[in-house]
Structure formats: C-alpha cells, structure tokens
C-alpha cells in the first residue's frame, strides 16, 4: 500500500513521449530491460532522459509494424521510470525501466522526431479489505500458481517468496500475469481492468487453464516416454546434438555425408528419369533417422545407382590391323571367329551406333572359348567381366531381387557391369547351355531379353526397378552343346562352332603357347628343359583324348614339374624330353587308340562318331547263326542306334532280290550286331550307313574293305541323310589311319571347315545311297548270287509185306 501511496503522490505530466513496445505488455510496479533500435524510439528515450526520465510505454498490436500508426497502438499503457540506459555499439540502446502507474492515451500530440501523447491517469479504486471472497481469491490465486510452478512453469524463486507476501489483490493480479507468460492481448485485456478483484478473478481463470494446459502436456509427454524406444530417443538426443553443433559452428557429419551422395548423383551421368528417381530417394533418406531399417536399405539402394555405370564407356580401338595382331597374338588357328571380330569392328568404325552383337561360341571343353573373349576384349580396349551360370536356377540371378526383400541385390547382369566400371563391356555368360530352372522360375527365359538386341536397350532389374542400356554391351556366351539351350534363346545368338583342334594344330598351340606358360609357371627356363617334336606328338597321341588342350597342359605341366625337382636336386643341368622319354616322366600310356584292322573281314565295318570330346572311330561287328529270325544288339545301344539297325534290316529284307540274299533268310538265321566298348553308352543318328553294310556283309559273306570309314544315316528307301560334326569325325579317321572316308553328299558343303593338310591324306567319297556306299566298302558290289544248294536224291520207300499169322483162329 505504501508503494501504491508513492506512487499516487508522484508528480506525473500529462504530455509525456510515447516508446511503442513489442512482444511484451509491461504493468505498474513491473521492472525489466527493453532494448531501444528504431530512430522514433531512440529519440523518445533520449527525450525522456533530459526531462524527467519519465516515459510512457504502450504495446503495438502488429510486432512486425516497423513505424506503426497510432491506431496501430493500445490506447491503455503504462507510466515507467527510466532507471538507466546503455548505448550498444550496433546503435541500439538499452534501457532499464520500471512500471508505475496505469495511463490512457487521449491524444496524439506530435509524430517527429517521436510520438508526443496527452495522456489520463487511471486511477485504481482500493479493494475492500478483510473480505472472505478477496481472502479466498488471493488464496486460490497462490495456490494455481504454485501448482503450475510445481507443473513445470518456469518462475523465478524470488517472485514466489514476493507472491507469498503480497495480499492487495491488484498488485497480485500484476505480478503474476507479468511472469506466467502471457499471450500480449491476454496481458493488454488484463491491465485495461481496473477492478482489481475482476482483474484477480481473470488472472484466477488463466491460471485454471494453464494447470490444464501443463496437466494435459505431462500426460503426453510420459505416454510418449512409455512409447519411445532407444531409437525414438537416439533419434532426439542426435536432434539436439545437431541443434548445438549448428550452434557452435561444428559441421554435422550427417549433412556432408547426404551432401557428397547428392554430389555423387548429379556427377553419375545419369538419365534424366533415372537421377530425378535417385534425388527423390535420397530425399527420403535425408528425412528418416539413420538407425532406421529402411535407411540402410534406401543406402545400399543409392550406392549402386551412383556406381553402376550409367554413362561411362571406354573408346573403342578400331585399327583392324592391330586388331588382327591380337588376334593372332594370343590364338592360333580360329579362322572363323577372328574374321567375324575384324567384321564387327569394320563396321562399328564405319557407323559410329550400332547394336552390340550377340556372338555364342559352342565346342567341346578346353578349345579356348572363355580366353577368347578376353584376346576380343583386348583387341577392341574394352573392358572384360565374365560371369558363370553353370547351375544357376534362380532367375532373381539374372534379374536381382525386389528391394522388398531382406539382403536384395542387382542380378549377376548389372553386378557385372559395376564390375568393369563401364556400359559397354565384352560381358562373357559362361556355361549358358548348365542353366537349369525350378519352382524359382527359369533363367533362361530371363535372359531372353538380355540376349536380344531390339529388346535390350532398356533392361529393367528388379533392383534397381529403372531401364538400363545394354545395347553397347558385346555379349558372348559359350557353351558345349547347342541341345539344351531353348530354341528362343537360341534364336536370338549368333552361333559360332568352335571344333576341336586337330594333332597338327595342337602341336603348333602346344610350342607356342603351351609350354613356354608351364615352363615359366613351374620356376625353370627353356635352357634347362626341351620338348622335341615326338615327344608332344606322343603326349598328344597317347596321354590326352579331348578336342580341347585342358589335358595337354596339364600333361605337360607334370613334365615340368617332374624336371623342376630333379634340376632343384642338381641331378642335371639340361633335360631333353623326347618320345622315348615320355613314358618315364608319365608313366605307361593311358589311352590306346584303336588300331587300323589287320586285313579285311566280313561283317566288320569302321564307323566314325562325335563326342563331346572330339570325333572317334567306332568298330561295328555283325554275325549271322542259324536260328528263327532273332535280332540282337550288344553295346549299350541307344533308342536312335536301335532303331538304325532296324531301319538298315528291313531296308535289306525289301532288297533281297537286288543283294543276292534268299528271300526267308529272316526266319532261318539269327542276327547279332555288336558295337565293342559295351560299357560306354552310344547314342546317335549317324550309324545307320555303318549297321548296313555290316548286316550286307554278314549276309552275304562280302568282306569290308580295312581301309574304308564312313558315317551317315539312311531311310527305309536306302538314301544316304547328312550329319553332323563332319570335321571331328574326319580328323578321328586321319588319326586311325584310314584312307578313305565315305560321307552324305549333303555334307560335302562342311569339307571347307576340315584342314587341307588333312584332305590331302584322305580320299572323301560322298554318297547319295546305300549302293553307293556298299560299292566302295565292300570288296565285291553287286553281290554275286548265292550258290544252289545240291538236292538230295529222294528217299525210296520200301513196303514190307506182313505174312499171315498161322495161329489158330478161335472163336470170340
């Protein structure tokens, strides 16, 4: 009462400088610092200061109004006191001042160099004292606002100990609607009452609703804290640490890590649709915590789009010379394959975009298909990747997993090209024709669209869900036999026959390559072991039986070994490898091949076949016995060979006439034909010529000329149908040392791809018909006619006559 009392008797002007204040609503009795920025503001001050350091202090409505109007101001406001001021060094000043009475703005008296107003005291009307309902009032006011303190409202100590103490009802209302942190218009609607009991009554209502604010926010905030995980509180403690490094200055490590991905992106190159999709991941990204499952997901998502190769490519080297150096350089023979690289690479030189071709080389195991991708690779300066699919049965191989999945990753294709770290590599698929397919799907089919050239340019990974281009890709597959590949697939591959190599050519690969790479390999030189010529012709005849030169190496390979530990153990300084030496580095001869026949024989015919190993010569035997007409067959026979022997009879039962054979030989005599190596499965449809004239000989007792082999396969109408793997099976005969090969007339076109050096030791006989191959394999054509057999003379019957009994007739 004594503060109100001085504060009644104070001398206050009537005109006084106005200093609009923002944010805050400032009440009598009030002390705080304001700080003083605009010129209108400043000059008040400044004002205030040389007079009576009094100053009057109302709140703008707008807080953004720079030079706010005066219906722009409250008209209510309050009379402070000046306590001190400081000047700041940015211009500003600060000022320290203290409530004193409540005023009301009548008029405007001047606007420059700062608001000039005539302003009406108010007046405060005493509160009755000793009331019950002032008692109570004051009361419950100190008890809200101690339960709000004890809530967690933030109020200084001292104004608690001030509130305890105080029992005037208007100076309470002020000095808790000044620290409770009011709303301004909350605040301006508290100080325009002047009933101080209404305005503690207010002040009541406001409190009540605080504590319900802070009671509601306490409920929420422990159901969250029962809710939060260590990840939800992980996610808020790296919040505020980020806040407090942004605030020191520090870099956040986070923000630099997601400012180098956005980088990487943007340098990756690529499409337009592809980096608007890795921007709107990387979006998701910035926005989830790190701890979070798909974070790590949406990460490893990000790293292959920026390190798969969207437009990176290396030059192409389109000198054809130096191509075919390379060429030459790294392969011996391959006539075929290397021409149809030089084409390729003509081509490209002379129409800058063009498809990558889909070459497909197929040959038995060991003739250089995988190595002669890496010699195209390197005559091209591309880059080379190869990837197996020898037992490969998931399709998710080919095209990736869906990202949906736990460990998801691109398929072997777009791994592939991460790996050579270009868009258009030499992209080997090895072992195509071992694909399998299950309950998983068929990657076969999956590869249909890799290996098409109008499809591939834009394959999708289930990944990396976006198109890619693999058209500037040259994809080779190899494999051993074209039968299991599916006829689609096939379709869309350039097939390219690599056969096997013939003696003369592995001798040439075998100084030229394979030797030197075993002598380096094994740690010795060519000064201290020497293969002579016979000593490989040996190693090739009588230790390897392949089309490839896995084994020959490898054969080799032991030689030098061998070599290399006598020479470490000093027993010798040079070590000559010669044919008769052979033996005692491999030991006695695994294979023996199969000898040319002694002399002609009946019903044994020299038949040639092709493995997957190589062609081989296969002897084929028939005999005839008395019998009812019983047809055997010996030699673990396959369906198609039994049913050649049945085609080759029956063709010979239609032509008895013409063969010279008796018409019922079929139910006098049994047949037995037997092909020798009966452990070893047989299989194919090129035996029939051969079963033929081993079933004509041995029915007619016609020699087979020792000389002669042949292959093909014949109709009921005895014409001649072509086969395949000529080249194989001639280069079989040449190393049995026949001189004549009977072949399909049809097949004469296939003697191009047979070595002339081999053609000039054979003489090929082509053959439309069955006669046509009896009249050179049989020593006589046409058979002679059988000799008649002599005729008994007819058994002369003799009857014997019986005598008549001479007993006694009786009676009966």
């Given amino acids: 009462m004594e503060n109100r009392q001085e504060t009644e008797e104070l001398n206050i002007p009537d005109v006084l400088p106005l200093l609009p204040v923002r944010d805050v609503v400032v009440y009598p009795y009030m002390i705080l610092p304001l700080f003083v920025g605009r010129e209108i503001s400043i000059a008040a001050v400044d004002h205030a200061l040389s ?37 700041l060094p940015d211009g500003r000043v600060k000022i320290l001042v203290q409530g004193l009475t409540k005023a009301r703005i009548t008029e405007y008296l001047a606007d420059k160099p700062f608001y000039s107003v005539r302003i009406d005291r108010i007046l405060e009307p005493a509160a009755p ?54 709303k301004v218009e909350e605040a301006q609607g508290l100080l325009e009452v002047v009933d101080p009991l ?52 520090e870099s956040d490590a986070r923000s630099e890590e997601m400012a180098e991905l956005r980088k ?33 997901m949406l990460r490893t998502f990000l790293d292959w789009m920026v390190d798969i190769p969207w437009g990176k490519a290396t030059k192409d080297s389109l000198e054809i010379n130096r191509a075919s150096e390379i060429l030459n350089e790294d392969h011996y023979f391959l006539e075929k394959v290397k021409e149809r690289i030089l084409e390729f690479l003509a081509v490209r030189k002379l129409k800058k975009k063009m498809k990558g071709p889909i070459l497909c080389f197929v040959g038995p195991p060991g003739v250089g298909k995988t190595s002669l991708g890496k010699s195209i690779a390197r005559a091209m300066g591309r880059k080379f990747v190869r990837i197996s699919l020898g037992g490969v049965r998931d ?30 590599p030499v992209f080997m698929l090895d072992e195509l024709d071992k694909l399998g397919s299950d309950f998983r799907g068929d990657p076969s089919s999956a590869l249909l669209e890799v290996l098409d050239p109008e499809q591939n340019n834009s394959f999708s990974d289930h990944y990396i869900n976006l198109p890619f281009n693999l058209s500037n890709v040259m994809f080779i597959a190899t494999a051993n036999q074209m039968d299991t590949i599916p006829g689609p697939l096939r379709d869309r591959m350039e097939v390219i026959n690599l056969a096997g190599y013939t003696e003369e050519e592995k001798l040439g690969i075998a100084k030229r390559y394979l030797v030197p790479r075993q002598v380096k390999e094994n740690g010795i030189t060519e000064e201290i072991v020497v293969f002579s010529e016979e000593a490989l012709r040996a190693i090739i005849a009588k230790y390897t039986r392949e089309a490839g030169l896995r084994n020959l190496e490898r054969e080799i390979g032991s030689v030098c070994r061998k070599v290399a530990r006598k020479y470490a153990e000093g027993r010798g300084e040079k070590f000559v490898i010669t044919a008769g030496t052979v033996a005692k580095y491999l030991g006695p001869p695994k294979f023996l ?38 047809l055997t067959l010996t030699g673990q026979l396959g369906d198609v060979m039994k049913e050649s022997v049945q085609a080759a009879l029956s063709y010979i039962r239609s032509r008895t006439g013409e063969l010279n054979i008796h018409e019922d030989f079929n139910s006098s005599i049994d047949i037995h034909v037997h092909v020798p190596a009966g452990a070893i499965p047989k299989d194919g449809p090129s035996a029939g010529v051969t079963m033929a004239t081993a079933l004509v000989s041995a029915l007619t007792k016609i020699p087979v000329r020792k000389e002669v ?11 001649v149908l072509p086969i395949g793997g000529l080249k194989e099976k001639i280069l079989a005969a040449a190393r049995l040392g026949v001189t004549t090969v009977i072949i399909p007339v049809q097949n004469k076109k296939d003697l191009e791809d047979v070595p002339k050096t081999i053609l000039k030791k054979l003489k090929i006989v082509t053959a439309s018909t069955i006669d046509d191959v009896l009249a050179v394999a049989l020593e006589k054509y046409p058979p002679p006619a059988p000799k008649p057999e002599k005729a008994e003379p007819p058994k002369t019957k003799v009857r014997t006559r019986v005598p008549v009994s001479s007993t006694v007739r009786g009676k009966a």
């Fill in 51 to 87: 007079k009576d350091r009094m100053i009057f202090l109302a709140t703008q409505r707008d807080v953004g109004d720079e030079d706010p109007a005066p219906e722009a101001i409250y008209e209510v406001g309050t009379v402070a006191m000046i306590m001190r001021m400081l000047k």
């Fill in 129 to 182: 004292e000793n009331t019950l309902e002032a008692e109570a009032l004051i009361r419950t006011v100190k008890e809200e606002l101690a339960k709000i303190v004890a809530l967690g409202k933030a109020v200084s100590p001292e104004v608690m100990v001030i509130v305890e103490n105080m029992q005037e009802p208007g100076a309470l209302a002020d000095l808790v609607a000044s620290n409770i942190g009011l």
């Fill in 198 to 249: 209404e305005r503690l009554k207010r002040v009541n209502d406001l409190l009540n609703k605080e504590s319900e604010l802070l009671n509601m926010q306490a409920r929420i905030q422990s159901a969250a804290k029962e809710e939060m995980g260590k990840s939800q509180r992980e996610y808020y403690l790296r919040e505020q640490l980020r806040a407090i490094q942004q605030e020191l200055g």
């Fill in 264 to 296: 990487s992106i943007e340098s990756a190159k690529m499409p337009q649709n592809v980096e608007k999709e890795a921007l709107k991941q990387l979006g998701r990204l910035e926005q989830m915590h790190p701890d979070a499952a798909e974070a790590g």
């Fill in 395 to 424: 399709e998710a191989e080919i095209r990736g997993h869906r990202r949906t999945y736990v460990g998801a990753l691109p398929g072997r294709i777009i791994q592939g090209l991460k790996q050579a770290g270009s868009n258009n």
């Fill in 593 to 630: 091949r199969e000898e040319e026949m002694d002399k002609n024989e009946v019903g044994v015919v020299t038949g040639l076949a092709w493995t997957p190993v190589g062609g081989e010569v296969l002897f084929v035997e028939a005999t005839v016995m008395k019998g009812k007409g019983a």
């Fill in 709 to 719: 082999a042949m292959t093909g396969e014949i109709t009921l109408r005895g014409k």
